[in-house]
């Protein structure tokens, strides 16, 4: 079994910033990626940014510039760094692994979300 704990979110104001950490835990034999999905009320979940095993690094389009994530060195902890936060990044954060549990059975794993909401 993996867990995924997420951290770090709350109440900012327009402009502002944000720091999100996800920690992984349980059965892991290898991490491929860890990133970060948010979904706001009555919209469908998008992607924030993902980081692989090798430092590829993919960011929803509304992020770009402005957020920044980056990993631990064994991968467990990923972090979201959200800068210039603007009212329209409210939304609960998710952080999502794909993660193996042995070598060759993996799965996609969510965490419990995380509110993030600015105030403008």
């Known amino acids: 079994q993996v867990q995924l704990v997420e951290s770090g979110g709350g109440l900012v104001q327009a402009g502002g910033s944000l720091r999100l950490s996800c920690a992984a835990s349980?059965?892991?034999?290898?991490?491929?990626?860890m990133g970060w999905y948010r979904q706001a009320p009555g919209k469908q979940r998008e992607l924030v940014a993902t980081?692989?095993?090798?430092?590829?690094?993919d960011y929803g389009d509304s992020v770009k510039g402005r957020f920044s994530i980056s990993r631990d060195n064994n991968m467990n902890t990923v972090y979201l760094q959200m800068n210039s936060l603007k009212p329209e990044d409210t939304a609960v954060y998710y952080c999502n692994g794909y993660i193996y549990t042995t070598h060759v059975s993996w799965s996609d794993y969510w965490g419990q979300g995380t509110q993030v909401t600015v105030s403008s």
């Open positions: 980081i692989n095993s090798g430092g590829g690094i």
């Open positions: 349980g059965s892991i034999f290898r991490i491929v990626a």
